[in-house]
């Protein structure tokens, strides 16, 4: 069935440092890419999302690339705050009659000043 | 808009107890989902509704059950709450195909004791 590998958290970052978070799937068909963001004690939040290969998503500075050749799907950020600590979840949706998601089991994001 | 409302926010319940997790959405939403969060595990499935009067199993439905008599209600029952089923519980919905994110509410924590 599908499903989602995240790199493996907590990441620690100083303010102002480079993020990388990994992602790969694996779909039997070609699903859309998503990052949720999770802050503390709230629900998820849709931070971007890819629809087809090559699509970039991008919101609030983060971005990822939809890489089918990789299956992968990458968050990056150049310059990260305080404000983006949080948990982040790779998630994709298969073209189907439920277009459930299937998560990752997200990363914790913390950023020092 | 409200958006997506879960309730209640907390609880607690002892083994045997029975208790249904409400959700409404005012967003006319067709689909709507039930997930529960464990700690570095993700968001795992529970169950579905693709419309009012059509429910499905997800990935985890056992101990549980749903019902989906109108487009805006989907209420999760527990039935004879297990320590199992202590977890985050989350109710998200979306819109129709081609549209893209869930709207997540902001989750009922339970615990069983």
């Known amino acids: 069935g599908d499903s989602v590998t995240q790199m493996e958290g907590p990441v620690t970052l100083s303010e102002e440092a480079f993020l990388t978070i990994n992602c790969t799937y694996t779909?039997?068909?070609?699903?859309?890419l998503f990052w949720y963001v999770q802050y503390p004690g709230e629900g998820l939040q849709l931070l971007l999302k890819?629809?087809?290969?090559?699509d970039k998503g991008s919101n609030k500075g983060f971005e990822a690339t939809y890489r089918k050749e990789t299956t992968s799907f990458h968050l990056e950020k150049g310059s990260v705050q305080v404000s983006d600590s949080a948990v982040y979840f790779c998630a994709l949706s298969e073209p189907s009659g439920s277009e459930k998601l299937v998560f990752g089991k997200g990363t914790k994001l913390t950023v020092n000043p | 808009n409200a958006g997506v409302t879960q309730t209640p926010k907390f609880r607690i319940l002892k083994i045997g107890q029975s208790m249904t997790l409400q959700c409404t959405q005012d967003?006319?939403?067709?689909?709507m989902y039930w997930y529960r969060q464990d700690p570095g595990m993700g968001l795992k499935l529970i169950y579905y509704s693709v419309g009012a009067g059509i429910t499905d199993k997800g990935e985890v439905p056992n101990g549980y059950n749903v019902s989906r008599s109108t487009t805006e209600d989907f209420p999760l029952r527990l039935e004879l709450a297990a320590p199992s089923q202590t977890s985050v519980y989350f109710c998200a919905s979306r819109g129709g195909r081609g549209t893209y994110g869930y709207t997540f509410g902001s989750g009922t924590r339970l615990t069983v004791v």
């Open positions: 967003m006319n939403h067709n689909y």
């Open positions: 779909a039997t068909g070609y699903p859309s």
């Open positions: 890819a629809t087809k290969a090559d």
